[in-house]
């Protein structure tokens, strides 16, 4: 991913984070995602494979999209927490993210 677009997209993670519209952590976003709560998931590159398929398996049944981007560290400073999953609750922030060039590219 550029490197001015990861930005901008973890500036946008940030704000979501500030309008109470991103959901974090391995157990609440499990919840959230089975309560069919949330409009895209992402989990962190350097996250556990046992935890990723998890999550991934959840998402794909419950037809919620799944990406893997950033490292735990750049997305925990963006939102203020240590997190490697967030679950976006806004489809504003969602449409907004999945837009960006290079985005979704999960083939980096």
Same mark, same amino acid.
Request: glycine residues 6%; hydrophobic residues 35%.
């Given at each position: 991913? *550029? %490197?001015? #677009?990861? &930005?901008?997209?973890?500036?946008?993670? $940030?704000?979501?984070?500030?309008?109470? +519209?991103?959901? !974090?952590? *391995? %157990?609440? #976003?499990? &919840?959230?995602?089975?309560?069919?709560? $949330?409009?895209?998931?992402?989990?962190? +590159?350097?996250? !556990?494979?046992?935890?990723?398929?998890?999550?991934?398996?959840?998402?794909?049944?419950?037809?919620?999209?799944?990406?893997?981007?950033?490292?735990?560290?750049?997305?925990?400073?963006?939102?203020?927490?240590?997190?490697?999953?967030?679950?976006?609750?806004?489809?504003?922030?969602?449409?907004?993210?999945?837009?960006?060039?290079?985005?979704?590219?999960?083939?980096?």
């Amino acid at each position: 991913m *550029e %490197e001015l #677009v990861k &930005q901008r997209a973890l500036n946008l993670l $940030g704000m979501a984070t500030a309008a109470r +519209k991103l959901i !974090s952590g *391995e %157990e609440q #976003v499990i &919840q959230s995602i089975q309560r069919q709560k $949330g409009n895209l998931v992402i989990c962190t +590159k350097d996250c !556990s494979a046992n935890t990723v398929k998890k999550i991934k398996n959840k998402c794909e049944y419950y037809e919620i999209p799944f990406v893997q981007q950033f490292e735990t560290d750049e997305l925990s400073l963006a939102i203020g927490k240590r997190r490697s999953i967030v679950l976006i609750d806004d489809r504003g922030f969602t449409k907004s993210l999945l837009k960006m060039k290079g985005f979704n590219d999960m083939n980096e």
